[in-house]
Each structure stands twice: as structure tokens, then as C-alpha cells.
T-cell receptor
Framework: GQQVMQIPQYQHVQEGEDFTTYCNSS?????IQWYKQRPGGHPVFLIQ?????EVKKQKRLTFQFGEAKKNSSLHITATQTTDVGTYFC?????????FGTGTRLQVFP | KAGVTQTPRYLIKTRGQQVTLSCSPI?????VSWYQQTPGQGLQFLFE???????NKGNFPGRFSGRQFSNSRSEMNVSTLELGDSALYLC?????????????FGAGSRLTVL
């Protein structure tokens, strides 16, 4: 079946540093969503990407969808302590959302 | 409007027992999906219900089942509990099935099997 790997698995950064997580699929994706889960919380929708090469920004967050639609990335500029949590990519495949392995971000003040 | 409500929030069971978890979706949402989250396996898709019919199923044994009622509320049941069933069970609702819907998750039901 489809495998969705995210790297890195963990990332510790100093507040103010940048952070990037990558999502890689073994198959071509029709679209992909990103979710954030705070410690002790539940996943919350961030954004959806549909088009090849698409780039979307939300304040300090930049989301990209690869040209081949097999990978995606989330970049956070100048991290803040509020960015702490696990970030999941979630491709939509055969009528269901499959979640990636997640990247846990820890931000030190 | 109210979000997705899951009950109970926490429960402890012993091996061999069975458990039923409940999910009330956002008003007007007709699709309900269930996920199991564990530290080792991450977020795993269990099943999706729409209009009282199971539309999709993940790779879980038959001990895991669910249903959806006419008011879109959903329940999932796990029979003959095993230690490995300890997990956070998340329910998510979305308005419809067509296209890539955005999921709104509930707070989850944390199950501990002893």
C-alpha cells in the first residue's frame, strides 16, 4: 500500500531558527493536506495543496507541493514556542486520508 | 457551532473485554472517520461512515467495528481487547464524501488495556 514518510522524525530548534519537514510518497498524489497536533491535543487542519508545484503561505508557514506531486514540504520561518507540536502530512488516497509518520517539533526559548 | 464530541474521554479496560466509543460530528457533517493513534504506529485509518454506510475500511482485524446512525452520530466497538489496542482513538467529521474533505477531529478517547 501507499507509504508516506516524513523526515525528520524529530527536530529540536532554538526559538527564532527555521524549521522544515518533508513528506515523501511512493506514489503520485492527487492532493495533500497538512495538520498540526499540539502535545496532548488532536490534529488540526492547516492547509490543502492540489496543484503541481503549488506554494501556499500562512504567515510564517510556507507549504509546497512538488512538481511531480510525490512530495511536499512545510517550512516555518523564525520558529516560536507556539509552533511546538507534531506536523503531519496527509495525502488523500482512494477516498481516505492517510497520515504521514509526522515530525515532532520542539522549540527551546 | 459545537465541534466534534467524543465520549468517553478516558477509559481503562482489561484484556478480553469489549469497548464502545461514541462520536457526535459537527452539525450538518455527514461523514465520520475513525483513526487509531499510537506512539509506534502513528495515525492509522480505521474506517469511514457516510449516510449510515461504511464507505472505507483500514487494515484492522474484525474485532474493530463501527456504525453510524441516522443523525450521523457514530460508534466504534472493539471486542476481545488486547494490550496492543491501548491507544488514542480519534473521530473526525467532514461535510461530505466527494473530493478531499478537510477533517475536523474530536479530542479523542484514550483507551488503556490492562
Amino acid at each position: 500500500g501507499q507509504q508516506v514518510m516524513q523526515i525528520p522524525q524529530y527536530q529540536h530548534v532554538q526559538e527564532g531558527e527555521d524549521f522544515t519537514t518533508y513528506c515523501n510518497s511512493s506514489t503520485t498524489l492527487s492532493n495533500i493536506q497538512w495538520y498540526k497536533q499540539r502535545p496532548g491535543g488532536h490534529p488540526v487542519f492547516l492547509i490543502q495543496l492540489v496543484k503541481s508545484g503549488e506554494v501556499k503561505k500562512q504567515k510564517r508557514l510556507t507549504f509546497q507541493f512538488g512538481e511531480a506531486k510525490k512530495n511536499s514540504s512545510l517550512h516555518i520561518t523564525a520558529t516560536q514556542t507556539t509552533d511546538v507540536g507534531t506536523y503531519f502530512c496527509a495525502p488523500y488516497n482512494t477516498d481516505k486520508l492517510i497520515f504521514g509518520t509526522g515530525t515532532r517539533l520542539q522549540v527551546f526559548p | 457551532k459545537a465541534g466534534v464530541t467524543q465520549t468517553p474521554r478516558y477509559l481503562i479496560k482489561t484484556r478480553g473485554q469489549q469497548v464502545t466509543l461514541s462520536c457526535s460530528p459537527i452539525s450538518g457533517h455527514r461523514s465520520v472517520s475513525w483513526y487509531q493513534q499510537t506512539p509506534g504506529q502513528g495515525l492509522q485509518f480505521l474506517f469511514e461512515y457516510f449516510s449510515e454506510t461504511q464507505r472505507n475500511k483500514g487494515n484492522f482485524p474484525g474485532r474493530f467495528s463501527g456504525r453510524q446512525f441516522s443523525n450521523s452520530r457514530s460508534e466504534m466497538n472493539v471486542s476481545t481487547l488486547e494490550l496492543g489496542d491501548s491507544a488514542l482513538y480519534l473521530c473526525a467529521s467532514s461535510p461530505r464524501r466527494t473530493g478531499a474533505n478537510v477533517l475536523t477531529f474530536g479530542a479523542g478517547s484514550r483507551l488503556t488495556v490492562l
